[in-house]
């Protein structure tokens, strides 16, 4: 079974600062896929990055990185240089790639970002 | 590339009719497009996976004969929601996978996604 857990339901960060969104794992796929998403308040989903399980580095993405450490079955999202257009609900989410194609998403995680 | 549409982007029905929500890949090929429900502050919920051709596969819990399916080519699926209720109000956000081989193909492309009101 696949699970996503992420344990912060919201965030403040101040404009300018690095904020981290933690996001936890847990499958019996040996080959996954992780994905982080942002969500507006207008519903749309937009994709922010990308991690395999086998790749070697983590994956970066403009402002955001992702914080990928396989022991701990753990994927944090890092957003640098916080922007007030960051405020929104982010999703992580986990993809098995032996295991069909079913995206499994986390509960989310509400960013605000304070001027 | 690798845009998806949905339409109409927001509905309001009365209880007892139905509705269909119509999601569309405008620039790829889609053998593979997945229909989720999301409640107000909560996550995505799979509902079913829609393959082009094939009968759509449903989570445990969702009732096939309420939310209707059809993936008719590899551009479309729609989803119609039967006599609608009250209950059913939600957003409803559809997703698009490109071809096996192509670029991206592990990702899902998103749909914006149809607010569905049943009065």
């Known amino acids: 079974a696949q699970k996503i857990t992420q344990t912060q339901p919201g965030m403040f960060v101040q404009e300018k600062e690095a904020v981290t969104l933690d996001c936890t794992y847990d499958?019996?796929?040996?080959?996954?896929?992780l994905f982080w998403y942002k969500q507006p308040s207008s519903g749309e989903m937009i994709f922010l990055i990308y991690?395999?399980?086998?790749?070697?580095q983590n994956a970066t993405e403009g402002r955001y990185s992702l914080n990928f450490q396989k022991a701990r079955k753990s994927a944090n999202l890092v957003i640098s240089a916080s922007q007030l257009g960051d405020s929104a609900m982010y999703f992580c989410?986990?993809?098995?790639?032996?295991?069909?194609?079913?995206?499994?998403f986390g509960t989310g995680t509400s960013l605000t970002v304070i001027p | 590339g690798a845009v998806v549409s949905q339409h109409p982007s927001r509905v309001i029905c009365k209880s007892g009719t139905s509705v269909k929500i119509e999601c569309r890949s405008l620039?790829?090929?889609?053998?593979?497009m997945f229909w989720y429900r999301q409640f107000p502050k909560q996550s995505l919920m799979l509902m079913a996976t829609?393959?082009?051709?094939?009968?759509?596969?449903?989570e445990q819990g969702v009732e096939k004969d309420k939310f209707l399916i059809n993936h008719a080519s590899l551009t479309l699926s729609t989803l119609t929601v039967t006599s609608a209720h009250p209950e059913d109000s939600s957003f409803y956000i559809c997703?698009?996978?490109?071809?096996?081989?192509?670029?991206?193909?592990?990702?899902?492309?998103f749909g914006p996604g149809t607010r569905l009101t049943v009065l």
């Open positions: 829609s393959n082009e051709g094939s009968k759509a596969t449903y």
């Open positions: 989410a986990m993809r098995g790639l032996n295991t069909g194609n079913q995206f499994y």
């Open positions: 997703s698009a996978r490109r071809l096996a081989g192509a670029p991206r193909d592990n990702e899902q492309f």
């Open positions: 991690q395999g399980s086998y790749d070697q």
């Open positions: 499958t019996s796929d040996p080959s996954y896929g």
């Open positions: 620039d790829f090929q889609a053998t593979t």
